[in-house]
């Protein structure tokens, strides 16, 4: 008769099976697999009492996971029930069953909605400074959620390979067919899943589109290749467009820490456990440097200077070409050239500090190059 050891390590390598087909992206192989190692992990688990509590309390967690991984959101929260209702089970077993249990809420309630969501979720985590378990500043969060929707649907928009859209919202054949929903995650630091949903309405784009829509893979390459690559070539193989790839960087560095508040955001995908970015105060260095080098310079020969100010965005108005940072008490700078900005980079960043880059002429106008949230 197999006993503990038996069925947990047939449970550990069909589980190592199943990670190896979530990294090919042979899905439900993947689930196929990963219900087989939550079955043997199971057996095992039966095969346990409360005389070993912390192995008891280990394997019921891993094999409420694994039921998870396999999509078996049923089986997976009797079990979790199950051994919550055992007393030996304590610490941060029974916090991981708590958890998990809310994972699993949130997957079967997405189940049960109209519609369908696409594969995959990026799972966003923000961390330190004044953000506290499963709580932060609500300005922040809604800050970086704004952010973050835009990118989603700025992805779809260089999939579908629209130009670049600098003033307004996406348009109703992107709003109609894709919906960035957020999705309780269990409270770690402060997180949440950002989940496409698709509507009914998906005759309106074409098959090639739809396969174009991959949007939380896509998302996280533009991330991960963005935030790391430092030299611009595997930027520039990813994203060839200059507007979308600028853009994109702009927007990921509206994300990154800048002061006190948090330390900083990291991104994961469910369905890529290889795949782990963060972006903190490191990273902001990386991206200024690359999006510095498609800023115009100022031209030494006819007299033009660069300079730059730190101040609170007051106001700006891309229609007429201008923005205004109050750089002192009752004393403004105006700038002109602003009409190429994507609103959605600088609009978040309305009444608050900010480090403005421009060029100053001959005759002392100010020609916009630059804005970004002071560090």
Same mark, same amino acid.
């Given at each position: 008769?197999?006993?503990?050891?038996t069925?947990?390590?047939?449970?550990?390598?069909?589980?190592?099976?199943a990670?190896?087909?979530v990294?090919?992206?042979?899905?439900?192989?993947?689930?196929?697999?990963?219900?087989?190692?939550?079955?043997?992990?199971?057996?095992?688990?039966?095969?346990?009492?409360?005389s070993?509590?912390?192995?008891?309390?280990?394997?019921?967690?891993?094999?409420?996971?694994?039921?998870?991984?396999?999509?078996?959101?049923?089986r997976?929260?009797a079990l979790?029930?199950q051994y919550?209702?055992?007393?030996?089970?304590?610490?941060s077993?029974?916090?991981?069953?708590?958890?998990l249990?809310?994972?699993?809420?949130?997957?079967?309630?997405?189940?049960?909605?109209?519609?369908?969501?696409?594969?995959?979720?990026?799972?966003?985590?923000?961390?330190?400074?004044?953000?506290?378990?499963?709580?932060?500043?609500?300005?922040?969060?809604?800050?970086?959620?704004?952010?973050l929707q835009?990118?989603?649907?700025?992805?779809?928009?260089?999939?579908?390979k629209?130009?670049?859209?600098?003033?307004?919202g996406?348009t109703?054949?992107?709003?109609?067919?894709?919906?960035?929903?957020?999705?309780?995650?269990?409270?770690?630091?402060?997180?949440?899943?950002?989940?496409?949903?698709?509507?009914?309405?998906?005759?309106?784009v074409?098959?090639a589109?739809?396969?174009?829509?991959?949007?939380?893979?896509?998302f996280?390459?533009?991330?991960?290749?963005?935030?790391?690559?430092?030299?611009?070539?595997?930027?520039?193989?990813?994203?060839?467009?200059?507007?979308?790839?600028g853009?994109?960087?702009?927007?990921?560095?509206?994300?990154?820490?800048?002061?006190?508040?948090?330390?900083?955001?990291?991104?994961?995908s469910?369905?890529?456990?290889?795949? %782990? #970015?963060?972006?903190?105060?490191?990273?902001r260095p990386k +991206?200024d440097? @690359? /999006? =510095? *080098?498609q800023?115009?310079?100022?031209?030494?020969?006819a007299?033009?200077?660069?300079?730059?100010?730190?101040?609170?965005?007051?106001?700006?108005?891309?229609?007429?070409?201008?923005?205004?940072?109050?750089?002192?008490?009752?004393?403004q700078?105006?700038?002109?050239?602003?009409?190429?900005?994507v609103? %959605? #980079?600088?609009?978040?960043?309305?009444?608050?500090?900010? +480090?403005?880059? @421009? /060029? =100053? *002429?001959?005759?002392?106008?100010?020609?916009?190059?630059d804005?970004q949230?002071a560090?």
């Amino acid at each position: 008769m197999a006993d503990w050891l038996t069925h947990h390590r047939q449970s550990e390598a069909l589980a190592a099976r199943a990670h190896e087909h979530v990294r090919f992206g042979e899905q439900a192989t993947a689930e196929a697999v990963f219900r087989q190692a939550a079955e043997a992990e199971e057996a095992a688990l039966a095969l346990l009492d409360g005389s070993k509590p912390r192995t008891l309390g280990i394997t019921a967690v891993s094999a409420v996971a694994l039921y998870y991984k396999a999509r078996c959101f049923e089986r997976s929260m009797a079990l979790a029930y199950q051994y919550l209702a055992v007393p030996e089970i304590v610490g941060s077993a029974r916090a991981q069953l708590d958890d998990l249990l809310l994972t699993l809420y949130a997957e079967r309630d997405k189940a049960r909605m109209q519609g369908h969501f696409l594969p995959g979720s990026v799972t966003v985590s923000v961390k330190g400074g004044e953000v506290l378990r499963g709580a932060a500043p609500l300005d922040l969060v809604v800050e970086k959620v704004k952010t973050l929707q835009s990118m989603f649907y700025r992805v779809v928009e260089w999939q579908w390979k629209k130009p670049l859209r600098r003033h307004g919202g996406p348009t109703k054949d992107i709003t109609g067919t894709f919906q960035p929903w957020l999705v309780q995650e269990p409270a770690g630091s402060f997180q949440f899943s950002v989940a496409v949903k698709v509507s009914g309405q998906e005759d309106w784009v074409t098959p090639a589109q739809m396969d174009a829509a991959d949007i939380a893979k896509k998302f996280l390459d533009v991330v991960i290749t963005l935030s790391t690559d430092t030299d611009g070539d595997a930027s520039r193989a990813l994203i060839p467009e200059d507007d979308y790839r600028g853009t994109f960087r702009k927007l990921l560095r509206n994300l990154t820490p800048t002061g006190g508040e948090f330390e900083s955001l990291v991104i994961k995908s469910k369905d890529r456990e290889d795949v %782990d #970015v963060a972006l903190d105060q490191s990273t902001r260095p990386k +991206l200024d440097q @690359a /999006i =510095r *080098s498609q800023l115009p310079v100022a031209d030494a020969a006819a007299g033009e200077t660069p300079t730059e100010f730190l101040g609170v965005l007051r106001a700006l108005d891309l229609d007429k070409d201008w923005l205004k940072v109050e750089v002192a008490k009752g004393q403004q700078v105006e700038v002109k050239g602003v009409a190429q900005t994507v609103d %959605d #980079v600088i609009g978040p960043m309305v009444n608050k500090k900010v +480090l403005l880059t @421009a /060029i =100053r *002429s001959k005759s002392g106008a100010l020609r916009y190059v630059d804005i970004q949230l002071a560090p």
